[in-house]
């Protein structure tokens, strides 16, 4: 039996009138950052969602540790498993710590409130990613980066043992990008196994320890990133031409 946190075997996913993609392949081992890849439309939140229990698989098994999704008892499962959706426009009229703290309700006693350690925790989560002084904020009054950033924030105060993480630094500016690529690298060298993807081939390439390249439906490769992102793999991935990946060319002047 595989050791890994999660793990996908012939995978096929969708909705009711599509099928997605079909006989994935998928694991995650603790300590490890699987990247994946892939044009808009592929089907990597689907996945997600599938990986999480939010959709049921077309067919194929996905296992938790061991144990098959189905299985877990939710509170237990949010010990094992947490989940950064993309940041959407919500309406939640929570204050940030609030929601933060809601990332502790699994550990939370039933019937009890959370504890001194679990607000300690949830304001720890903040200052990590460097928003503490947003605690008292209405999350709804928040900038798109700023709630991805409590998203993020809410899921580590969980303390998972794997992190699904769908574009997580998609509406980042720049520097909280590195920032919150360096956390996750931070968080899979002490031990957590992280599941993410993203748009931006050099983010897999800073940080992952695997990347899956996902298109047409499946998984067309996987490996180690120095390996797997060729510059004609990514031009093939994103229907380009490789000589579309040069940054560095000059503008064609104006002709006049
Ligand atoms: N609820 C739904 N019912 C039916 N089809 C859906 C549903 N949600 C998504 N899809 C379709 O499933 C396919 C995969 O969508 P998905 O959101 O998983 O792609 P993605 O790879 O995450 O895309 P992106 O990079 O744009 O976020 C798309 O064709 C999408 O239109």
Redesign the pocket.
Known sequence: MSNALINAVRLDI??A??R?AQQLDISLHAGRIVALL??????????FKTLLGFLPPLSGKVYVQGRRLHEWPLRELAHCLAYVP?AQDSSLSLNVQDLVLLGRTAHVPLFSSPSAQDRSLALQSLEALGIKHLAAHAYDQLSGGEKQLVLIARALAQSPAALIMD?PTASLDFGNQIKVLKHMRRLADAGMGILF?T?QPEHALRIADEVSLFKDGAIQAHGAPQQILSPERIAWLYDLEPADLDVGHQKTPPND
């Open positions: 969708g909705y009138q599509k997605v892939g044009p808009n439309g592929t089907g990597k939140t689907t996945l993309q574009e993807c748009h």
